[in-house]
């Protein structure tokens, strides 16, 4: 009986520290790392196939990137680009468009984040 007990906790011990893992570890996206495989005359496909997904949002010329606390992501002087971002745990990637749709320039912010900030993204909290 002594056990079953003492067997109960240690997988109550071991959910335990998956979640804490899920939530302490980075997952695979949009990271510094894959930032780094981006280069210079890349696709939109196939940045999103880096990134592992679709940008978060875009940035046209002339307008302000979102303002959450995060620096401004470098604007350029020529109408025909565009600049979308995709954010990350670790920080938000930024990548200019040219008017061929292929990769003109790209820039990293780096975004700090708690733990608490990783536990409500985790678990879909605002």
């Not at 939530?23 to 999103?48: C, H, R, W, Y």
């Not at 997904?53 to 990137?65: N, S």
């Not at 565009?82 to 990637?93: E, L, P, R, S």
């Amino acid at each position: 009986m002594k056990w079953k007990s003492w067997l109960g906790g240690a997988a109550a011990a071991a959910v335990c520290a998956c979640l804490v893992l899920a939530v302490v570890l980075p997952g695979p996206g949009v990271t510094k790392a894959s930032f780094d495989q981006i280069e210079d005359g890349m696709s939109f496909e196939q940045v999103n196939a880096v990134l592992g997904r679709p940008p978060d949002g875009i940035q046209v010329k002339g307008k302000a990137p979102p303002r959450n606390g995060l620096n401004e992501a470098p604007l350029r002087k020529d109408p025909k680009e565009v600049c979308y971002y995709w954010k990350g745990d670790q920080g938000i990637a930024y990548v200019a468009f040219s008017s061929d749709i292929r990769v003109k320039y790209k820039d990293w912010k780096e975004q700090p984040t708690t733990f608490l900030d990783r536990a409500r993204a985790w678990l879909y909290f605002p």
